[in-house]
């Protein structure tokens, strides 16, 4: 291959991974070019005959010093080709490469290049195609927090967000009575959560139950490919015990989770519970007998 020959035919991408490649290859210094490590290769020999004409001597040490360096700089470099090659089938039509900051994509490569293993590169790679596609989804806080996560708690949390229902287009962690099977045979335990809590993906509340507050007197609720319209009585829905973080709540759209067989049932069937208790409520307030309407309708999309 020669030495100029980018390591990505820019011609045969779609515009927005073209565009992708060459903001990273501007920010970054030419990622895609293996000619650079070539070139320090040739320094290093230059640097040898240049001593060597002055008669100075390169230890032993400092030769394997700098074979050092050109080893962890190929793995880095590696490191961060595969997860760009991995990010650019993920763009959409309307992705917005350009307008992703140059500074934001310094910091991310910065803190990627270390990541060998294969599937969480496929999660920072998600990471980068989420921010082309919408430029400010993900803040440098949530790049700083994936560089430090390990990932058997990454699993964990690709596990509990199989409990994420949207809420008016928001995430929600819908997580009532951790003893109940459909949590335990899961794996979703007490330690579980504080362990994730630790870390800065949740908040754990282990006495009241936490409530979606100010809704609409009717919302939409979807659980992955089902949609659910909910009657609300005052205001508020009952989601349980722990609510997401803002870290949180960037990474769960791309930690790869499953529905749950019979959580949507489990889910639909409290949610009734509580807006016939609230109806009920309200009627022996008001001396008027509680409805007896139907409050869930679901929806296949």
Excluded at 74 to 100: H, R
Excluded at 260 to 276: I, N
């Amino acid at each position: 291959m020669d030495e100029n020959t980018s390591l990505i035919n820019i011609g045969e991408l779609s515009r927005p991974a073209a565009v992708l490649v060459e903001k990273i290859s501007d920010a970054v210094g030419g990622i895609f070019k293996p000619y650079q490590i070539v070139r320090v290769a040739k320094a290093e020999a230059q640097a040898d005959r240049v001593r060597a004409d002055g008669q100075i001597e390169i230890s032993n040490l400092q030769r394997r010093a700098f074979h050092r360096f050109l080893e962890e700089e190929g793995k880095k470099q590696k490191n961060i080709e595969d997860i760009t090659q991995k990010a650019l089938p993920l763009l959409n039509e309307n992705s917005k490469p350009n307008e992703v900051e140059d500074d934001w994509i310094t910091h991310y490569f910065d803190r990627c290049r270390l990541i060998s293993d294969d599937e969480m590169q496929s999660l920072w790679s998600r990471v980068l195609a989420g921010e082309a596609n919408k430029p400010g989804t993900y803040s440098k806080r949530t790049v700083n927090f994936l560089s430090g996560l390990d990932k058997s708690d990454a699993e964990l949390f690709t596990k509990l967000c199989d409990f994420v229902w949207q809420i008016e287009k928001e995430p929600n962690l819908v997580i009532f009575d951790l003893r109940n099977k459909i949590y335990t045979d899961h794996g979703i335990n007490f330690d579980v959560l504080t362990h994730l809590e630790a870390i800065g993906l949740i908040q754990l509340f282990t006495s009241d139950n936490v409530a979606r507050e100010d809704l609409p007197s009717t919302i939409a609720a979807s659980y992955f490919e089902t949609t659910i319209e909910l009657k609300i009585t005052n205001g508020k829905l009952i989601i349980g015990k722990v609510i997401l973080t803002k870290v949180g709540r960037e990474l769960t759209p791309i930690c790869g989770s499953n529905p749950v067989s019979g959580l949507l049932e489990y889910v639909c069937d409290v949610w009734t519970k509580q807006r016939l208790a609230d109806e009920d409520e309200a009627a022996r307030s008001s001396s008027k007998p509680a409805k007896s309407e139907a409050i869930l309708t679901a929806n296949k999309e």
